[in-house]
Structure formats: structure tokens, C-alpha cells
Nanobody, 125 residues
């Protein structure tokens, strides 16, 4: 059974940093593209970042490109999202997801096969 478990969310102030983690089990982690998505209150889920199987290729959404970094450790079956210079607009539930199509860094949620339960990030002004 595939499990993706996010952690690291919380309440922070604007300008602070957080690092989210997503621990995967039940799948061959190094065979999956991993992504982060978020859903703010009253809004649709949106793409945040993706990293390919090796960690050498990444894709980030424009609003976070200069502030967030996605990385992975295949030895630990874990993907990370380092979030810097957080703003209230980053407040959302953050989800990690796994995509078995390793040739792409998809920004579409429907391309991802497995999802975690999410971790909440709240940024106060």
C-alpha cells in the first residue's frame, strides 16, 4: 500500500521559512517524479513544484520560483520543499504527490498517481 506522509507545516510569520517533508512508502520511490501542490481556502488546488526521479531536474510555479526549493533524497524515500520568505498568500494545505511517468515534470494534478493527506501552512502578516 502506497503512503505519502507530509510533515513540517505550521504557523509562521511573514518572512519566515519552513521546510516540508514527504516520506513515501510502498512504492519504488526513485522511479517516481514527485510534486508538491497546495490548496488555499476557497481556491482550487494549484501546482507548486516538481522534481524528477534523480533530483537533477525541477519545475517551480512562478509565484514561488525565487523563494522555494524542491529536492529529494532517494536513500530516505523523502521529498522536501524548502519555503523561504513566506507571505500570507502562501497559506494553504500542502500536498505531496507521486507521478509514475518519470519522463515528465507535470504541473497537472491529474497526472499524479498517489497523494498524501496534506500539511497545513499558515503565514500570518
Amino acid at each position: 500500500q502506497v503512503q505519502l506522509v507530509e510533515s513540517g507545516g505550521g504557523l509562521v510569520q511573514a518572512g519566515d521559512s519552513l521546510r516540508l517533508s514527504c516520506a513515501a512508502s510502498g512504492l519504488t520511490f526513485s522511479s517516481y517524479t514527485m510534486g508538491w501542490f497546495r490548496q488555499a481556502p476557497g481556491k482550487e488546488r494549484e501546482f507548486v513544484a516538481a522534481v524528477n526521479w534523480s533530483g537533477k531536474a525541477t519545475s517551480l510555479a512562478n509565484p514561488v520560483k525565487s523563494r522555494f526549493v524542491i529536492s529529494r533524497d532517494n536513500a530516505k524515500n523523502t521529498v522536501y520543499l524548502q519555503m523561504n520568505s513566506l507571505t500570507p498568500e502562501d497559506t494553504a494545505v500542502y500536498y505531496c504527490a507521486a507521478d509514475g511517468a518519470t519522463w515528465q515534470l507535470s504541473r497537472q494534478g491529474y497526472d499524479y498517481d498517489y497523494w498524501g493527506q496534506g500539511t497545513r501552512v499558515t503565514v500570518s502578516s
